[in-house]
């Protein structure tokens, strides 16, 4: 159920059917997920981070609830902006800040970048930086594990922008089809690289896409973490019980650009303000210092061990090394000893 409250945090409209620690954790996470991005920010800036970089500061509440309606088996894919993802699924940050300096500690060795987080160990298939290609690959990935007979289901995000990808067509058909378990997720902040979902295609409610297919499609507010678990629990619990995929519209918001080159011309502030009104982070606060009566020095021990965690991945990744020269042609090709993801 949407989380219900008014500016003047009255204690009487707020109503939830989730736990303190469920609270807790998402407002931990969601925390930890904004605090790196805003250094990543400022560490582009100062030219520690290179190449092409996509903040997900604002899409915080999506990465929260998806955890806490999956359990670890199961698999998330996505698109180029990966950071928030990846560190909710469980690669560290200090793996991740490695990978954005580009050194050999990184999650994906160095050679990934910004855009292609991986860890076989959490079960985060990317970061991928072909706009759609992952709704392929999340699919193929929910057929391995439909063949190998788990019950695992996999999510596989993308923008409203990889939306208008014929992959998404092909992929939806052979999902259902199949019946695959796999929950499509779009995390439609409106305006893909910098053009609104309005002009570019006549169908502005993109989880009717999925009507072309006989598949289920939701609409879900993606700026809150309650609403957010809702709709993946039913969803996941559909793809486990053999009846196929579903399709989520997520409806969020970024507040930076579409990358760190983004001038962001085609919005005002004013628009960006509003939406910072409803930011998930200081709802998840509110909802813990006033309906659960969590002490202020307890919300300052949880900023302080984001700060800590955040400032300790710097320290990490300016102090590991660049990946070798012998590493270079490494990884292009599978070795034959290399085990098996499914294993």
């Known amino acids: 159920m949407p989380l219900k409250f008014d500016k003047v945090a009255n204690t009487n409209t707020i109503s939830t059917k989730f736990s303190k620690e469920t609270y807790l954790y998402w407002y931990e996470l969601m925390l930890l997920l904004r605090r790196f991005e805003e250094k990543t920010g400022q560490l582009y800036g100062m030219q520690k981070i290179r190449g092409f970089c996509h903040l997900y500061i604002g899409q915080e ?46 999650c994906s060795k160095g050679k990934g970048g910004s855009m292609h987080f991986f860890g076989v160990k959490e079960r985060f298939f990317g970061g991928h930086g072909i706009v759609g290609a992952q709704i392929g690959t999340g699919a193929g990935i929910a057929f391995a594990e439909k063949y190998l007979g788990t019950d695992n289901v996999s999510l596989t995000f993308f923008g409203d922008g990889a939306a208008r990808q014929g992959m998404l067509h092909e992929t939806f058909n052979l999902a259902m089809t199949w019946k695959l378990p796999v929950v499509f997720i779009c995390e439609n902040n409106h305006y893909a690289m910098g053009t609104s979902v309005s002009r570019t295609s006549n169908v502005v409610d993109i989880y009717k896409l999925a009507d072309a297919y006989d598949m289920p499609g939701d609409s879900v507010d993606g700026m809150d973490p309650e609403a957010v678990h809702e709709a993946v629990a039913r969803a996941v ?69 984001v700060r800590l965690e955040v400032e300790e991945s710097v320290k990490f990744a300016e102090e590991s090394p660049w990946p070798s020269d012998d590493e270079l042609l490494k990884d292009v090709y599978v070795q034959e000893d290399y085990p098996f993801i499914m294993d």
């Not at 918001?253 to 009104?277: A, F, I, L, N």
């Not at 009566?293 to 900023?303: F, L, R």
């Open 61 to 106: 509440a999506l990465a929260a609830g998806c955890m806490t309606a999956t359990k670890p088996e199961d698999s998330f894919i996505t698109a180029y902006r990966d950071h928030g993802l990846a560190i909710a699924k469980g690669i560290t940050a200090k793996a991740c800040m490695a990978e954005l300096y580009g050194k050999a500690t990184g």
């Open 237 to 305: 619990k559909r793809a486990r019980s053999g009846d196929g995929p579903t399709l989520l519209e997520m409806k969020t918001y970024r507040y930076k650009g579409h990358s760190m080159s983004d001038p962001q011309k085609y919005r005002t502030k004013e628009e960006v303000e509003e939406y910072k009104e409803k930011d998930p982070i200081e709802t998840s606060r509110q909802m813990l210092l006033q309906y659960f009566k969590v002490s202020e020095q307890q919300i300052e021990e949880i900023n302080e061990r």
